[in-house]
């Protein structure tokens, strides 16, 4: 069992950046693949970004070279730092782990809202 906790949306203008958290207790970090997903407004949930328990990471095409998801396996805890950021990236970002086709957790989600 792992228990998924989001931290560090909020609002903020366009341009700027925030810095989201997904902090994870209950089993073995290290092993999961972690992703950042979002749902915004009205739209389907979709795939933010992926890091691998090697530290191998993979973004949807609209946040490359904006977006970095990371990870620190001491901390138990994968982050996804947001820059330059748009009104479209309005959603709420959910963390998720996965293991296998068995093991798969989702946090409550955390909200980032983007004003023009």
């Known amino acids: 069992q792992v228990q998924l906790v989001e931290s560090g949306g909020g609002l903020v203008q366009a341009g700027g950046s925030l810095r989201l958290s997904c902090a994870a207790s209950g089993s073995i970090f290290s092993m999961y693949t972690m992703y950042w997903y979002r749902r915004a407004p009205g739209k389907q949930r979709e795939l933010v970004a992926g890091?691998?328990?090697?530290?191998?990471?993979n973004c949807r095409d609209s946040v490359k070279g904006r977006f970095t998801i990371s990870r620190d396996n001491a901390k138990n805890t994968v982050y996804l730092q947001m820059n330059s950021l748009k009104p479209e990236d309005t959603a709420v970002y959910y963390c998720?782990?996965?293991?296998?086709?068995?093991?798969?957790?989702w946090g409550q989600g955390t909200q980032v809202t983007v004003s023009s």
């Open positions: 998720n782990a996965k293991y296998g086709s068995i093991y798969d957790y």
């Open positions: 890091i691998t328990s090697g530290g191998s990471t």
